[in-house]
């Protein structure tokens, strides 16, 4: 069974830079989830998607990030003109369809990103 | 709002001891969830446990063990006969029921296990 899969896993950068990140889900999961961890902290959430709808989005995300999620199944995040405060982990997660109650949220390795 | 509190920052314990993680959450929802995940070096979320706010049984997995209490706002979580594998930042999660069931994470603690 493959996992949640995340990629690149490390991306450096130059401030002022455009980057993106893909995020491909377990198969048949229809939530996926953004999240950015910074040096010490835990994961906080950005924006959620249930299939191809983006349906809730944190202040956390400011205009210069945009997320996607064309046809329901892998995901982008794009950061545009990166800032040194864009520097932390961006996390991906995926639940399955909810039947009854909130399901787990199974995460994947994260991209890493740094900018100079 | 949501909050999860994980005051314990940083614990050692030699291999062997038990350690218990303490965790406490703030909601104003009857029904929610809590979890706990481990983050090992390699930075990658490992799913631990998911508990829904009706059930307060504690619940015990190998070496594992966590003591969920209402009347606290309470779930710790207790490694039994601690190994070095153990080291990593274990972290306390919540989330409500209805709405997009987003997970509000604690500030974690590094459980470091010495040999």
């Known amino acids: 069974d493959t996992g949640v899969s995340q990629n690149p896993r490390h991306k450096i950068t130059k401030r002022g830079q455009n980057v993106t990140f893909r995020c491909d889900p377990i198969s048949e999961h229809n939530r996926l989830y953004w999240y950015r961890q910074t040096l010490g902290q835990g994961p906080e959430f950005l924006t959620y998607?249930?299939?191809?709808?983006?349906?809730?989005k944190s202040r956390l995300l400011s205009d210069r990030f945009s997320a996607e999620r064309p046809k329901g199944s892998f995901s982008t995040l794009e950061i545009q003109r990166t800032e040194q405060g864009d520097s932390a982990m961006y996390l991906c997660?995926?639940?399955?369809?909810?039947?009854?109650?909130?399901?787990?949220?199974?995460f994947g390795p994260g991209t890493r990103l740094t900018v100079l | 709002a949501q909050k999860v509190t994980q005051a314990q920052t940083e614990i050692s314990v030699v291999e062997k001891e038990d350690v218990t993680l303490d965790c406490v959450y703030e909601?104003?929802?009857?029904?929610?969830?809590l979890f706990w995940y481990k983050q090992p070096p390699s930075g990658e979320l490992v799913f631990l446990i998911r508990r829904n706010s009706f059930d307060e049984q504690n619940e015990i997995s190998g070496r594992y063990s966590w003591n969920f209490q209402k009347s606290t706002s309470s779930f710790n979580f207790t490694i039994t006969a601690s190994q070095v594998v153990d080291s990593a930042v274990y972290f306390c999660a919540l989330s409500e029921d209805f709405g997009n069931e987003k997970l509000t994470f604690g500030t974690g603690t590094r459980l470091t296990i010495i040999p």
């Open positions: 998607f249930q299939n191809e709808a983006q349906l809730e």
């Open positions: 997660a995926s639940s399955p369809p909810r039947l009854v109650t909130t399901d787990t949220q199974y």
């Open positions: 909601t104003r929802d009857t029904t929610y969830y």
